[in-house]
C-alpha cells in the first residue's frame, strides 16, 4: 500500500515516541543501579520480521545487533506460532546474544489477532549466577559466566508471573528481588510500547503501520547510501590492539579492511587474531553492532534514526574462531574490550577515506568496576562502568569524561551510593590534568576515582584496557594517557593488573585512573586561546604548558 | 478599582495588560535586551500610565533564562567536598547524542579554575564522618575567595542535604569575611539527594541571584522615583509570584517564569467559564508550549533543565516543541517532510511578511490554505504577501508531486502532529486521557490550530480566551503567591507514616513565617505531596498526600496513594508484595493575590465580514471570516469560520461549532 507523506511522518513519529516512552519507563523503573542510574538497558520496536525499526537512544551496543538477537528466536518460533501473552527471550552469545548479562526480551504486539510487530527491551543485568558475584573474571568458558537462554519462548501468566522460569532465576541468581525487579521492569517496558502500538493500529489500521515501518527501514537505507557514496570509493585497512589477554604480555590486534564501492560498505575483519582463552571475546552480534555503530556515526548525520535500514548496505564479516567471532564455550563477559578496538580499526580505516569526518582514538575503553560483599542479609553487589576522554575531532576538543562511543552509561551519584552501599565509600572522583592527547583540537580528558573499603572481605572483579597501549593522535595529533589501577594499603602501593580479581582489606584505598583520548592535527595550530583556557582551568600543569608553547613556537 | 498592570518583557516584544474600573488596555513595545527595565517602562509610558496611580504591578521578565543562555551572569566560585572539586564537568557521564562523534557536554556556569574544596564529610544519614577544616578554610580559602573578586558563592558540600551543618558553618564564615557577598548553600535551594543535580541548581541560583538583584533594585528605584506606592510582584517559574524582596532570596524560581505566566492566565480565564481540567496551548512564532492542568491545578514536575544544566526545583510541567508560526518547512536529503525547528523568527520572518524570507513556514501554509486573510491578519495591520508565500512553498509541492495547497496542508498538518506528540507526553504519558480535558489555546498561532490538534486527540472543547495574543500579561496579575519547599526523608511506610505529618508541619510553619516576613498577610493554604517508590528503585512517584496529612497520616493512606500513582505511570497496580518507602517531603503554601481583573475582548472597531473560501482536509471549502468584535454572546457560529481578532485568529473548522458565552470566552465544540 501507498502512504501518503504524512501519515507516514505521523505513524514513524509516533512509533519513535513508543520506543523512548518503553526506554524512560524501563530505566524508571528499575532496580539495580547499573540499570536505574547507568542506564545499562535499551528499548527497541522491530517489524514482524525482527528488523529493528525505531529505538530509544540509550546503548549502541546493545542496539545495534538486537536483530541479529532476535532472529534465532524467530526461527523457532514463528510470529504465526506466538499467541497473546507469550513472549521471546534469549542472552546466549552463540546464537545471536552478546553477553549472557545482557537479557533480550521481544513481545509480540498483536492486532486482531495477527503479530504486527514486537516491543523489545534488553537490561544488563547485575548477577545471573556463574562463578563469582556480578563479575567472573576467572570464567574459562561460558558456563561460568551465568545461566544461557537460548532463544525461546514463554508465556508471561503461565511461566513468569509465579512461574517456572521466574521461579529457576530467583534460585540462580545472588540479588534475586533486585534481579527480578529489573526483568519485570522489562516487561513494563515492552507493555508500554504494546500498548501505544495497538492504540496506533487501531487509529489508522495495521496496514498502514506496517507499510510505514517498511517505509521508516528504505528511508534510513536512503540516507545511509547516500552518505556512503559521498565517501570515496576505494579500499581502507584499519588496525587496533588490547594490551593483553590478560594471561601473557603480547597484545591482541584486530585487523579490518573497509571497503567503499559506490552506495555500499563491507567491513571484513579477516587477519584479526584468534580467540582467547580469557573473557575477552566478542560474539559475533557484538562485532556487527560495534562495526554499524562506528560506520553509522562516520558516515551519516547524527539525526538519521539507527534502524536496520542502515544496515542494508552495509556488510560486515569477521572469521570464525577469531577474538570477533568466537567458537563456543569462549568467555565472552568482556566482550567490549575488543569490541573497542574493532570501533577503533574501523574508524582508522574511515580516517584514510573520510578524515574530516572521523575523530582521533578516544579512551574507547569499558572499565568495568564490580565490588561485592557477603554479609548476613546475602550479597551486596555494585557495579559501575566508566568510560573517559573521548577522541578529538576535525573542528572540535574531545569531549572530557564521558562514557565511551559504544556504551552510555550514567555515573551513580555519589549520595546514592553513599545511602545504599555499607562497605564502601567514594573519596574522590576528579578529572585528570594532562591525561589527553595535545593537538590543533586536544583530546578530552580523562578522570579518576577513589574508594575506601569500609569492611574485610569485600572482593574486586574488575577488567579494563589501555593500561599499556594508549590511544593515538590522528594526523600529527599527540597521543592520549593510557589508564591504571592502583591500591593503597598502608604505606604501601600497589598496581593492580587490568584485568583483575582480588579481596581488600578493611582501610584498603583503590584509585582507578581513566586516560584521556588523542588529539587531531598538528599542536602548533591550536588556538592560544584555548591553551591559555586550559592553563587557567588547571587542566594542563605548568610543565606541560610551557613544553607546549616551546613546541608550538 | 484601582490601576492593575502586568508587564511580561519577552525576547522581542514588551506586553503590558492594565485594567482600571472594569476597562482594559493593552500595548506592546519592542523589548530592549540591553537593559530590559527600560522596555518594561517603554510599555508604561506607551500606555500613557502613572506608577503613581499602581496598586498593583506584577512582572514577569527572561532577564534570568537570558544571563544563563548568554552566560552573562554573575562570576560564582564554587566550594565542595574535598575530593570533588570537578562534580560540575563530570556531569552524569552520558552523551545526550549517542551518534554524535563530536559532542560537547552542557558547559556549567562556573569555570573549574572558580571552584574550590573545603575538607568534612558527611554521611547519607546526616552523620558527621570528618569535621570541617576551619583552620585550613580560613588559611586557605577565604584569601582565595577574596583573591577571586566573585559576585557570588555557590556551596554544595555532600549529602547537605540530609545535614546542612557544615554547609551553614561556611557559609557563616564567608559572610563574616565577606559581608556583601552573595552566598547560596545548596540546602537553601534544594534538600535532596544527587549532588550533581543539587550543584548544578545551587550554582544556577547564584549565577541568576545578583543579575535579579541588580535588575529588580532598578525597577524599584524607578517606580520610588514615579512615586509607586503600590505592590510590586515577579513571576515564579512555578507558577506563582512573590514580592520582589522574596524573589531576590530565591532567584532560580525565575528562570522559565515566561511561559509559566501563561498557563496561569489561561487556567483563571478559563476557571471564570466553570472550565478546570485543561491542556494549555501557547503557540508562538518559534515554539509551542503545552501544560496539563487537573482541577485548576496546573501540573509541575521536580525537576527541568536550561541549555543542558539540571535544575531541581518544582516548576510548571510545561513541554515545548519547536513548533511555531515561523518555523521553516522542509523536505531532508532522505525524502521526508520536516517542519522546524528552525525559525525564520521576526526577521525576516515568513515569506508573507514580504521582509525578504524566502523558505517556506506555517505562517506561509495558513494563508495559501486561506485561514490568514491579507484582509484579516492581527486586524489588518499587517500586510501579507500571498503570492510570495506560494512561492515559497513551491519546491516543496513539486517534490511530492502536489498542489501548493495540498503541500501547505501537509505542512500544517506535520506541525500540528508535532503539538499532539507534546500534549501526548503530558497526558497519556502520564497515564491522563486528553479526551478528559478542554483544550486552551493561546499566543499568536494556538487558536489557529487548535481545533485541527483537538481531533487526533479526541478532545470535543476549546476554550478560546479573550486577546489570546496577551495572556501572559495577564498572568502575572492573575496568579496566586506561592512559594515550595522540600526535604529528602528516607522513611518506610511504617515510620512514614509516624513522622510526616511532623516534617511537613516544620516545612509548613517555615513557609508561613517566610510569606510573613515578605508582608504577605492572610493564611496560606498548603499542598503536601511525597515522593514515594519501592525499596531499592532510583526514580520515584509524586503522590499527592490528604489536606490534613500535617497533622495525621496513615500507612495505608501512603499505599493507596502510591498505588493510584502507579497505575496512572505504568498502567499497573503496585505490587502489593514489595516494601514502599517514602524519599521526600514536598510542602506547597500558597496565598490568593485576590479578587481577579476581568479580560474582555474590544469591541470599539467592527471590521466587515466576507465569504472566503478554505482549503482544508485536502479539498476546498466554502466559509466566511468574521471580526470577533462583531460576535454577539449567545450566538450559534458554525464552521469553516474564521474569527480575526487584534492579537489572534481563531479557525473552526466544518463541523464544528461555537458560542461566545458570558465571560467573552469563545467555546468550540465538535458537531454542529
Redesign the interface.
Known amino acids: 500500500m501507498t502512504l501518503d507523506p504524512i501519515d507516514y511522518a505521523v505513524i514513524s513519529q509516533a512509533i519513535q515516541a513508543a520506543a523512548d516512552e518503553a526506554g524512560t519507563k524501563l530505566v524508571k523503573s528499575a532496580y539495580t543501579p547499573i540499570l536505574r542510574e547507568a542506564q545499562d538497558g535499551s528499548a527497541a520496536i522491530l517489524d514482524r520480521e525482527g528488523n529493528v525499526i525505531a529505538q530509544a537512544d540509550l546503548i549502541p551496543m546493545q542496539l545495534g545487533g538486537i536483530s541479529a538477537t532476535c532472529k534465532p528466536c524467530l526461527e523457532r518460533h514463528p510470529p504465526e506460532t506466538l499467541k497473546p501473552g507469550d513472549f521471546l527471550m534469549q542472552n546466549d552469545p552463540f546464537q545471536g546474544g552478546q553477553h549472557l548479562q545482557d537479557v533480550f526480551i521481544f513481545t509480540p504486539v498483536f492486532v486482531d489477532g495477527e503479530v504486527i510487530a514486537f516491543s523489545a527491551s534488553v537490561a544488563h543485568h547485575l548477577d545471573l549466577g556463574g562463578g563469582a558475584a556480578g563479575l567472573n573474571m576467572d570464567a574459562p568458558d561460558v558456563y561460568a559466566e551465568g545461566i544461557r537462554i537460548p532463544p525461546s519462548k514463554w508465556n508471561w501468566e503461565e511461566d513468569w508471573n509465579g512461574g517456572k522460569l521466574e521461579a529457576l532465576l530467583r534460585l540462580n541468581v545472588r540479588v534475586p528481588d533486585l534481579t527480578l525487579g529489573d526483568f519485570n521492569a522489562q516487561f513494563a517496558a515492552n507493555a508500554i510500547a504494546e500498548n501505544r502500538l495497538q492504540q496506533l493500529a487501531a487509529k489508522y489500521g495495521a496496514a498502514k503501520i506496517t507499510a510505514a515501518m517498511s517505509e521508516l527501514l528504505d528511508y534510513c537505507e536512503r540516507r545511509m547510501r547516500a552518505g556512503i557514496a559521498a565517501a570515496p570509493d576505494g579500499v581502507y585497512h584499519g588496525h587496533a590492539a588490547i594490551d593483553d589477554d590478560g594471561t601473557s604480555e603480547e597484545p591482541v590486534h584486530i585487523r579490518c579492511t573497509v571497503t567503499i564501492k559506490g552506495d555500499e560498505l563491507e567491513v571484513d575483519f579477516e587477519g584479526t587474531d584468534p580467540q582467547v582463552a580469557t573473557n575477552i571475546n566478542c560474539p559475533f552480534a557484538s562485532c556487527l553492532a560495534t562495526a554499524l555503530s562506528c560506520v553509522k556515526s562516520v558516515i551519516s548525520a547524527p539525526d538519521i534514526p539507527f534502524n536496520e535500514g542502515c544496515k542494508r548496505p552495509v556488510t560486515v564479516k569477521a572469521p570464525y574462531g577469531s577474538i570477533l567471532n568466537p567458537r563456543p564455550p569462549a568467555p565472552v563477559r568482556a566482550r567490549l574490550l575488543p569490541a573497542y578496538r574493532a570501533y577503533n580499526a574501523v574508524m582508522d580505516a574511515l580516517a584514510k577515506a573520510v578524515p574530516a569526518q572521523v575523530i582521533a582514538p578516544g579512551y574507547d575503553t569499558t572499565t568495568s568496576f564490580c565490588l561485592a560483599h557477603l554479609g548476613e542479609k546475602g550479597y551486596s553487589v555494585y557495579l559501575e562502568i566508566f568510560g573517559g576522554g573521548y577522541g578529538a575531532g576535525a573542528g572540535n576538543d574531545g569531549v572530557d569524561a564521558v562514557d565511551s562511543p559504544l556504551s552510555n552509561c550514567s555515573n551513580t551519584p555519589v549520595e546514592s551510593l553513599d545511602a545504599d552501599y555499607d562497605f564502601f565509600r567514594v573519596t574522590g572522583y576528579a578529572l585528570a590534568p594532562d591525561s589527553f592527547g595535545d593537538g590543533e583540537h586536544r583530546g578530552g580528558a580523562g578522570f579518576t576515582r577513589r574508594y575506601e573499603i569500609l569492611k574485610d572481605g569485600v572482593k574486586l572483579q574488575t577488567y579494563a584496557d589501555r593500561h599499556k597501549l594508549a590511544p593515538g593522535g590522528v594526523f600529527g595529533g599527540a597521543d592520549g594517557m593510557s589508564g591504571r589501577t592502583r591500591l593503597f594499603r598502608g604505606a604501601e602501593v600497589i598496581t593492580v593488573p587490568p584485568k583483575a580479581n582480588l579481596a581488600f582489606q578493611k582501610g584498603d584505598v583503590i584509585e582507578i585512573s581513566l586516560g584521556g583520548g588523542g588529539g587531531y592535527g598538528l599542536p602548533a595550530k591550536r588556538q592560544p586561546a584555548a591553551r591559555e583556557q586550559d592553563q587557567a582551568n588547571g587542566m594542563v600543569s605548568m610543565v606541560t604548558a610551557s613544553t607546549q608553547r616551546i613546541a608550538a613556537e | 478599582m484601582a490601576l492593575r498592570v502586568g508587564v511580561e518583557i519577552g525576547g522581542t516584544f514588551t506586553d503590558l495588560v492594565a485594567f482600571r474600573d472594569g476597562s482594559v488596555q493593552v500595548a506592546k513595545v519592542p523589548s530592549t535586551p540591553a537593559s530590559p527595565d527600560v522596555g518594561a517602562f517603554n510599555a508604561i509610558a506607551a500606555a500613557a500610565l502613572d506608577p503613581a496611580d499602581m496598586a498593583d504591578l506584577g512582572h514577569g521578565s527572561t532577564v534570568a533564562t537570558n544571563a544563563v543562555l548568554e552566560r552573562k551572569g554573575a562570576r560564582v566560585a564554587f566550594v565542595t567536598t574535598a575530593?570533588?572539586?570537578?562534580?560540575l564537568?563530570?556531569?552524569?557521564?552520558?552523551?545526550r547524542?549517542?551518534?554524535?562523534?563530536?559532542?560537547?557536554?552542557p558547559a556549567p556556569v562556573v569555570?573549574?579554575?572558580d571552584c574550590f574544596e573545603v575538607s568534612e564529610r558527611v554521611?547519607?544519614d546526616g552523620a558527621i564522618e570528618l569535621p570541617l577544616d576551619e583552620a585550613s578554610l580560613t588559611a586557605q580559602l577565604l584569601p582565595a575567595l577574596r583573591q577571586g573578586r566573585y559576585d557570588a558563592i555557590a556551596i554544595c558540600l555532600?549529602?547537605a542535604?540530609a545535614n546542612d551543618t557544615h554547609e551553614r558553618r561556611v557559609t557563616a564564615l564567608i559572610q563574616a569575611d565577606m559581608p556583601e557577598m552573595f552566598v547560596t548553600g545548596s540546602a537553601d535551594v534544594i534538600r535532596e539527594?544527587?549532588?550533581?543535580?543539587r550543584a548544578s541548581t545551587t550554582t544556577l541560583a547564584a549565577f541568576v541571584q545578583p543579575v535579579i538583584d541588580r535588575y529588580l533594585s532598578r525597577i524599584e528605584q524607578r517606580l520610588a522615583e514615579d512615586r509607586f506606592a503600590g505592590r510590586f510582584t515577579v513571576m515564579q517559574s512555578n507558577g506563582g509570584r512573590l514580592p520582589a524582596a522574596g524573589m531576590r532570596r530565591n532567584a532560580i524560581t525565575a528562570l522559565f517564569s515566561g511561559p509559566a505566566a501563561g498557563v496561569v492566565g489561561a487556567v483563571r480565564q478559563a476557571e471564570r467559564s466553570g472550565y478546570k481540567n485543561l491542556i494549555t496551548f501557547d503557540m508562538g512564532g518559534t515554539s509551542t508550549d503545552v501544560c496539563l492542568v487537573d482541577n485548576g491545578q496546573p501540573a509541575t514536575t521536580p525537576d527541568t533543565q536550561i541549555d543542558g544544566l539540571p535544575i531541581r526545583t518544582p516548576v510548571l510541567d510545561i513541554v515545548s516543541v519547536g513548533s511555531g508560526g515561523g518555523s521553516i518547512v522542509w523536505v531532508?536529503?532522505?525524502?521526508?517532510?520536516r517542519v522546524g525547528p528552525e525559525s525564520a523568527g521576526a526577521d525576516p520572518g515568513p515569506a508573507c511578511y514580504g521582509k525578504g524570507g524566502k523558505r517556506p513556514t506555517i505562517t506561509d501554509a495558513q494563508v495559501i490554505v486561506g485561514a490568514v486573510r491579507p484582509e484579516g491578519f492581527l486586524g489588518g495591520k499587517m500586510a501579507i504577501d500571498a503570492d510570495a508565500a506560494r512561492e515559497a512553498f513551491q519546491p516543496v509541492a513539486d517534490h511530492?508531486g502536489m498542489t501548493i495547497e495540498q503541500a501547505a496542508d501537509?505542512a500544517i498538518?506535520?506541525a500540528n502532529?508535532a503539538v499532539v506528540?507534546a500534549i501526548?507526553l503530558v497526558s497519556t504519558?502520564r497515564g491522563r486521557d486528553p479526551r478528559d480535558y478542554a483544550l486552551v489555546p493561546f499566543g499568536g498561532g494556538g487558536p489557529l490550530h487548535a481545533a485541527r490538534i483537538a481531533e487526533e486527540l479526541g478532545i470535543t472543547t476549546l476554550v478560546v480566551p479573550p486577546n489570546p495574543g496577551v495572556l501572559s500579561a495577564y498572568g502575572l496579575l492573575a496568579s496566586d503567591f506561592t512559594k515550595h519547599d522540600s526535604l529528602t526523608r528516607?522513611l518506610g511506610t511504617a515510620d512514614a507514616a509516624r513522622e510526616v505529618p511532623g516534617v511537613l508541619a516544620g516545612l509548613a510553619k517555615g513557609l508561613g513565617n517566610e510569606f510573613a516576613s515578605l508582608g504577605l498577610e492572610g493564611a496560606p493554604t498548603f499542598t503536601f505531596s511525597a515522593d514515594m517508590r519501592?525499596v531499592?528503585?532510583?526514580?520515584e512517584l509524586p503522590v499527592p498526600l490528604p489536606e490534613d496529612a500535617a497533622s495525621s497520616l496513615t500507612e495505608a493512606a501512603l499505599k493507596q496513594g502510591f498505588d493510584q500513582v502507579h497505575r496512572q505511570?505504568?498502567?499497573?497496580p503496585a505490587?502489593p508484595h514489595?516494601a514502599v518507602e517514602v524519599v521526600a517531603l514536598r510542602v506547597a503554601a500558597t496565598l490568593p493575590a485576590g479578587e481577579l481583573p476581568t479580560l474582555a475582548i474590544a469591541r470599539d472597531t467592527v471590521q466587515p465580514a466576507f465569504d472566503a473560501a478554505l482549503f482544508d482536509d485536502g479539498d476546498w471549502r466554502e466559509g466566511s471570516l468574521q471580526d470577533i468584535a462583531s460576535v454577539a454572546p449567545g450566538a450559534a457560529l458554525h464552521g469553516p469560520l474564521i474569527l480575526a481578532g487584534p492579537t489572534s485568529t481563531t479557525y473552526i473548522p466544518g463541523g464544528w461549532s461555537a458560542k461566545l458565552d458570558t465571560q467573552d470566552n469563545l467555546i468550540v465544540t465538535k458537531g454542529a
Not at chain 2, 193 to 197: D, H, L, N, Q, S
Open positions: 575530593g570533588f572539586r570537578d562534580i564537568f563530570l556531569q552524569r557521564h552520558t552523551r547524542n549517542i551518534y554524535d562523534l563530536h559532542y560537547k557536554k569555570r573549574r579554575a554521611l547519607s555532600l549529602n542535604y539527594f544527587r549532588e550533581y543535580e531532508d536529503d532522505g525524502g521526508m517532510l511530492f501537509a498538518r506535520l502532529n506528540r501526548q504519558e528516607k519501592f531499592g528503585q532510583a526514580f505511570v505504568y498502567f499497573q505490587d514489595r
